[in-house]
């Protein structure tokens, strides 16, 4: 080897070590990102009803922030394509920030359309915190997807459940500065954002998508002994050959099935959820209950995720989430049964629909993962979390219609329907999996 060439191989990489570092990065954002996001929604719908003035546009501001998560979602994408994980998680945390602001100046001038563009924006924030957890696994071990992207699942649990127990002390805070009550909570979730962009930006070195790419290119050109030595852009190495999220997904069983899986998920979660405030609302349940019971909820999201993570690792992508859709149809059982207010009955249903959701979102989540490389991964990952943020908005939308005609009951019925969906991608998964495997020995 000459001298040039060994000047310029690069030095060698801890790569065990950088990914130690950014699974506690992720987490540390993903702490202050939920927070951010928890404030938010527990007020989303009823600043929505009081600005609105009417009842049944109260789930209007959450589709606009499902649908917000949507668009950005693939604004994310492209740019973390492009730029790396740090750049574009960056981004979405900027606009979310901006997003709380714009809330707050809506609920002071009193302008409906323009509290639908701070939700749409504050969407942009829940695309950065679904995305990080796909940055978790660039640079995991095949047997540790699901654990690594578990983890910072899990990390959402402390701002996620401090959250929506911030309305209170929200409005107090607004009392004190002059703002409508309802608002107080958008100025805890500025701080959290803006502390989550913060800490991306200075801490998420090196980029593990960077990296990863970097280690793939290595493989498919060994000569090669630096990354620039191939076809690089913008600081990350790019693939010779590009393919379309959607192409993906459609050349692929396996990532179409993820894709539904996650996406009726997450209709399901999104449509109960954002309207329980409203049905507590109605048996005149103070701001401090109903964000218990909202807070009780997200816990259910997250709480157990490092367990579903390691779940998935071992058995498999497919009984976990069957598990998954029982626990969504159990949750719906009991919560659309429940009378208007509070109630433990309630409290149990609620946290039991996050717990459902955790279970069929990691599971799916990871399948994504699994069927995709460092070259495709975020194009695809950016199609499957937009394609889950279009259903969940369907599903909020639809939500708002059902509870202001037949009732909360009806809507839990709703989303019964649904949750049968997800026990029918289950079991596709696992036809899937066992055709795979069977296909050698038919041959």
Same mark, same amino acid.
């Given at each position: 080897?000459?001298?040039?060439?060994?000047?310029?191989?690069?030095?060698?990489?801890?790569?065990?070590?950088?990914?130690?570092?950014?699974?506690?990065?992720?987490?540390?954002?993903?702490?202050?990102?939920?927070?951010?996001?928890?404030?938010?929604?527990?007020?989303?719908?009823?600043?929505?009803?009081?600005?609105?003035?009417?009842?049944?546009?109260?789930?209007?501001?959450?589709?606009?922030?499902?649908?917000?998560?949507?668009?950005?979602?693939?604004?994310?994408?492209?740019?973390?394509?492009?730029?790396?994980?740090?750049?574009?998680?960056?981004?979405?945390? /900027?606009?979310?920030? $901006?997003?709380?602001?714009?809330?707050? *100046? @809506? !609920?002071? =001038?009193?302008?409906? +359309? %323009?509290?639908?563009?701070?939700?749409?924006?504050?969407?942009?924030?829940?695309?950065?915190?679904?995305?990080?957890?796909?940055?978790?696994?660039?640079?995991?071990?095949?047997?540790?997807?699901?654990?690594?992207?578990?983890?910072?699942?899990?990390?959402?649990?402390?701002?996620?459940? /401090?959250?929506?127990? $911030?309305?209170?002390?929200?409005?107090? *805070? @607004? !009392?004190? =500065?002059?703002?409508? +009550? %309802?608002?107080?909570?958008?100025?805890?979730?500025?701080?959290?954002?803006?502390?989550?962009?913060?800490?991306?930006?200075?801490?998420?070195?090196?980029?593990?998508?960077?990296?990863?790419?970097?280690?793939?290119?290595?493989a498919a050109h060994p000569r090669a002994a630096h990354p620039r030595d191939a076809h690089q852009r913008d600081g990350i190495p790019a693939p010779t050959e590009r393919a379309s999220g959607w192409a993906l997904l459609r050349a692929d069983r396996t990532l179409r099935l993820a894709a539904l899986g996650m996406a009726l998920a997450h209709a399901v979660m999104v449509s109960v959820m954002v309207m329980t405030p409203i049905h507590m609302d109605h048996g005149h349940a103070t701001l401090e209950i109903i964000g218990l019971v909202i807070s009780i909820h997200i816990l259910g999201m997250y709480v157990f995720s490092p367990l579903v993570g390691i779940a998935v690792d071992r058995w498999g992508s497919w009984p976990v989430l069957t598990a998954g859709g029982v626990v969504l149809l159990l949750s719906l059982a009991l919560s659309g049964t429940t009378h208007a207010g509070g109630?433990?009955?309630?409290?149990?249903?609620?946290?039991?629909?996050?717990?459902?959701?955790?279970?069929?979102?990691?599971?799916?989540?990871?399948?994504?993962?699994?069927?995709?490389?460092?070259?495709?991964?975020?194009?695809?990952?950016?199609?499957?979390?937009?394609?889950?943020?279009?259903?969940?908005?369907?599903?909020?939308?639809?939500?708002?219609?059902?509870?202001?005609?037949?009732?909360?009951?009806?809507?839990?019925?709703?989303?019964?329907?649904?949750?049968?969906?997800?026990?029918?991608?289950?079991?596709?998964?696992?036809?899937?999996?066992?055709?795979?495997?069977?296909?050698?020995?038919?041959?």
């Amino acid at each position: 080897m000459s001298k040039r060439s060994d000047a310029a191989a690069p030095s060698p990489v801890d790569v065990e070590a950088v990914q130690r570092h950014t699974v506690r990065t992720l987490v540390s954002t993903q702490v202050l990102g939920g927070l951010g996001v928890g404030a938010a929604v527990s007020v989303n719908a009823m600043l929505a009803k009081d600005v609105s003035g009417v009842e049944s546009l109260a789930g209007v501001a959450q589709t606009c922030a499902v649908l917000g998560t949507a668009g950005v979602t693939l604004l994310l994408a492209h740019v973390m394509d492009r730029r790396g994980r740090r750049i574009g998680l960056s981004l979405g945390y /900027l606009l979310g920030a $901006l997003g709380t602001g714009v809330s707050i *100046l @809506a !609920g002071v =001038v009193r302008v409906f +359309p %323009l509290l639908l563009v701070g939700a749409a924006l504050l969407g942009a924030t829940t695309a950065a915190n679904n995305q990080s957890r796909y940055a978790a696994t660039d640079l995991s071990q095949p047997q540790h997807r699901g654990r690594d992207l578990s983890i910072v699942v899990w990390a959402t649990t402390v701002g996620s459940v /401090l959250g929506p127990n $911030l309305s209170g002390p929200g409005k107090a *805070l @607004a !009392g004190a =500065v002059g703002l409508p +009550p %309802l608002t107080g909570a958008y100025l805890f979730s500025g701080v959290g954002m803006i502390a989550a962009l913060v800490v991306m930006l200075l801490r998420l070195r090196p980029d593990p998508l960077v990296l990863a790419r970097a280690a793939d290119l290595r493989a498919a050109h060994p000569r090669a002994a630096h990354p620039r030595d191939a076809h690089q852009r913008d600081g990350i190495p790019a693939p010779t050959e590009r393919a379309s999220g959607w192409a993906l997904l459609r050349a692929d069983r396996t990532l179409r099935l993820a894709a539904l899986g996650m996406a009726l998920a997450h209709a399901v979660m999104v449509s109960v959820m954002v309207m329980t405030p409203i049905h507590m609302d109605h048996g005149h349940a103070t701001l401090e209950i109903i964000g218990l019971v909202i807070s009780i909820h997200i816990l259910g999201m997250y709480v157990f995720s490092p367990l579903v993570g390691i779940a998935v690792d071992r058995w498999g992508s497919w009984p976990v989430l069957t598990a998954g859709g029982v626990v969504l149809l159990l949750s719906l059982a009991l919560s659309g049964t429940t009378h208007a207010g509070g109630s433990w009955q309630l409290g149990v249903g609620l946290f039991l629909l996050g717990v459902g959701w955790s279970l069929a979102t990691i599971a799916c989540s990871t399948l994504v993962t699994a069927a995709s490389t460092p070259v495709t991964r975020p194009a695809v990952q950016g199609v499957t979390d937009l394609l889950q943020s279009l259903t969940a908005a369907v599903g909020g939308a639809v939500a708002g219609v059902i509870v202001g005609g037949p009732g909360y009951a009806a809507l839990n019925g709703f989303a019964a329907v649904l949750a049968l969906g997800v026990l029918g991608a289950a079991w596709e998964v696992r036809r899937t999996a066992y055709r795979a495997e069977t296909a050698p020995s038919r041959r």
